[in-house]
Each structure stands twice: as C-alpha cells, then as structure tokens.
C-alpha cells in the first residue's frame, strides 16, 4: 500500500506542507518517493510557482513510467494542476493550456480507474471541470463523480461526497434547475453538519441560502408577470427614452451583440430591433415576462435569443457582448455576494472595450420597488464598485413617472470594460 499523504498536508500553509513531505521522503523509496514528490509540486503549484512545479514533474517521468497505478495517477494530476487550477484566474490559461491540462486529467483518470483508485478518479474528474467551464459539461462532469462516490465503499471517495454534491448543485444552478440544485445543496449542507469544519459548514449554508433567495426571486417575479398588467407596473415606459439615448450615442455598429439583462417585457427589445440591431438578447428570471415581450413582438421575435435564468448564475461561456444593459436589477441586489455575483458576470460577459449601460435607484430614489427592498445609489458608489474592470464613461439623473404618477429617481451610467 502507498503513502497516505493527507496527514501530511496543510492546505492553508502550503510552506509546512512541502517541509512535511520532504521530511518523509529523507526515508521513503520506490512509489512512496515518487509520490512525496508529486505533493512538494503541488504545494509549488498552491503557491503559484508552476514552473518550477512542472520541472520537477518532468524530472520524475523516466521514473513514473515504471511505478504503479497511484504514482502515475499522482504524477498525472499535479502535472495538469500546474496547467488549469483554481490557483490560475481563468484569463490567464490559453486554450492550449486547457488541452494539455485536459490530457493530463484524463490521464489521471485513467490510471485512476484502472488501479480502483476512487477518491484520486474523483479528484480527477473535479480537475476537468476547470478545463470544461461550460455549466451543462460541469454538471456532467459533477454528476461523473457522485456515482463513483455513491458506488465506492472508499473513505478516499466517500469524504468526497460534499464537494461533490455542491459542484452538481452549482452546475444545475447555472443551469437554471434550482430545485434540483437546492436538493443537492442541502444534502451537502447535512453532511458538512456531521463535521467539525465550521467554515466549510458556513459555505454550505451560504450556498442553500444563495439558491433560496434565487427561488424567492423567480416566484416573486413569475407571480407578477402573471397576475398583473405589466402596462401597469411601475417601472413600465412606452419607450426606455433614456436607455435608447444613451446607447444610440455609443454609435455601436448593428450587428454588435447585445445583451438586457433582465429585460422581461420591457419594450427596449423592440426599440433596439427597430433601430437595426441584428443580434440582441433578452435575457430575464421570470418565464411570463418573456412570454409578454416575444407576444407583443410577433414574428419579430425569432430575430431575437431570448434567455431564462438566473442572471447571477447563469454561464455565459465564449460570449462576448458589446453592450450589458440593465435597467433596475442591480438595484434589488441588497446582499454584497450578490452583487459581486453580477459584477463577475458583467466582467465574464463583456468583451474588452464594451459597455455597461446600468440604471439603478439614485441614492434619494424609492426603498422599495415592487413590494422588495432595494438598495439605492449614488454614481461615485458604482463607479468605484466597477473600477477594477470598467471605467466610467457618462453619468446621468432623471425623474421616471410611473403609470400611477409616482416620481422615482433614477441614477444612469455608462461604463466601458478595460
């Protein structure tokens, strides 16, 4: 039997770990050699040192060739963790990075499955779901992983069983299927409760309060889209006067993509049709909001992607728009993960050089909207929340009257994407 490595490893002092491995390998030969020195890469790679991590992986290849099922299975997966990781942001990895990681994983798990290694084909399959970022593969991927979990009598595979319960439960997140993902989540949340790691219990319960709150949102809004006249909210226009100005004055060519988020029934879609823009998309949480706006616009409707989800989930994938507008979401956004969830999507979404058209709540606007919270603001306040990736390009106020008479005070930005 190899070297178990776990007591040796603190994942949060990658120094001492490397310190712990080398002094286990001053006594250690064969497999048990080369797999200590699969781990002194990997506390490199923790550390961002992946080159030298590479070189020593490199080194022990002649030797890895000969050794069992666990060292090459080691060898395979600190190799593609020096290529795509968690410890790499993900602008940083070419394409060619990813399929060179990619060989690496699916090598791990090769030799994986074939020693009946479950925990470290586990481990393998989690590390492909950095080089398939697309929602619909990682929960592929994810649900890879749970059957093995399910299927092993393991402890290396069965301590998996969180993690990977909250990756499947992400996955169907962004793919919309909440309920599915809320599921998951709360079977991942009852098992970190039978552990003593408090933060890992605190990330688990964010996760299911992060999913109910998005349930909350989609009830909410599927509610009024179907038992009110939407002619008749609040935030209704005939026109979006101020947002069809701000983007005509981007002189934008017509077949820039296009996204509004939140869009629903709004009548924006039809404005920016109008205006000869060939490639738009309308994207909302509430099914019945779609339904309103593709109604009202007839066969016009199939020149346009529409798309149902979770904005602050939803996986955007290659897609790079010219423009994000956003007329009163961020303002229902009161949590600061949420936002920062949107401002992660905004930078995901936008190609270098686009623009984020957002109107919010100014900071002397509504409390409330649509019986909901919301959190108004200021420009300054959104300039400086934007600034590590945008700057800013105009600023604005207005007054919206809405169909009752209401005065609500909107602040309108334009911002560019480094």
């Known amino acids: 039997m190899a070297i178990d490595v776990a007591p040796l490893w603190e ?165 919309g299927r909440l309920e599915e993902a809320m599921a998951q989540f709360e079977q991942a949340l009852r098992i970190r409760e039978q552990g003593t790691n408090e933060e890992a219990i605190r990330s688990a319960r964010w996760m299911v309060e992060w999913t109910r709150r998005a349930m909350d949102r989609k009830h909410h809004w599927e509610q009024i889209y179907r038992t009110k006249d939407h002619r008749q909210v609040s935030w209704y226009a005939d026109h979006v006067q101020t947002s069809i100005e701000r983007i005509r004055d981007l002189n934008l060519p017509k077949g820039s993509p296009l996204l509004d988020v939140g869009g629903g029934a709004s009548t924006l879609v039809d404005d920016l049709v109008g205006m000869g823009f060939t490639n738009v998309t309308v994207m909302d949480l509430s099914s019945a909001a779609l339904e309103i706006a593709q109604s009202r616009m007839g066969s016009r409707a199939t020149a346009v992607h529409w798309i149902e989800g979770d904005l602050l989930a ?46 919010v709540f100014a900071d002397d606007g509504p409390l409330k909207c649509s019986g909901l919270e919301i959190k108004r603001h200021g420009e300054r306040e959104i ?21 009752g008479g209401a005065e609500q005070r909107f602040v309108h930005l334009v911002l560019q994407r480094k």
């Open 314 to 359: 939803h996986d955007f994938g290659g897609s790079r728009f010219s423009l994000w507008h956003d007329r009163a979401v961020f303002h229902f956004l009161a949590d600061e993960a949420d936002r920062t969830s949107y401002r992660d999507r905004a930078v995901q979404a936008l190609a270098a050089g686009g623009f984020l058209v957002l109107s």
């Open 11 to 175: 994942f949060s002092d990658p120094a001492l770990s490397e310190r712990r491995f080398r002094d286990a390998l001053e006594n250690a030969s064969g497999d048990d050699a080369l797999i200590l020195q699969t781990q002194i890469a990997r506390t490199f790679g923790l550390r961002k040192q992946f080159v030298p991590a590479r070189e020593l992986l490199k080194d022990l290849e002649p030797k890895v060739a000969a050794a069992g099922f666990e060292a090459k299975a080691r060898h395979a997966l600190e190799f593609g963790r020096t290529l795509a990781s968690a410890a790499h942001p993900p602008e940083s990895t070419t394409a060619e990075e990813r399929e060179q990681a990619r060989a690496w994983y699916e090598k791990a798990l090769q030799h994986a499955t074939a020693g009946g290694l479950d925990g470290l084909a586990i481990d393998s399959i989690h590390m492909l779901a950095f080089v398939d970022t697309a929602a619909a593969d990682q929960l592929t991927w994810g649900q890879k992983a749970l059957a093995i979990v399910q299927a092993s009598a393991q402890p290396a595979a069965k301590k998996w069983e969180a993690s990977v319960r909250n990756n499947v439960g992400y996955a169907l997140h962004r793919v």
């Open 383 to 403: 300039e400086d929340f934007f600034a590590e990736h945008f700057k800013p390009v105009a600023a604005r106020r207005s007054v919206h009257l809405a169909p």
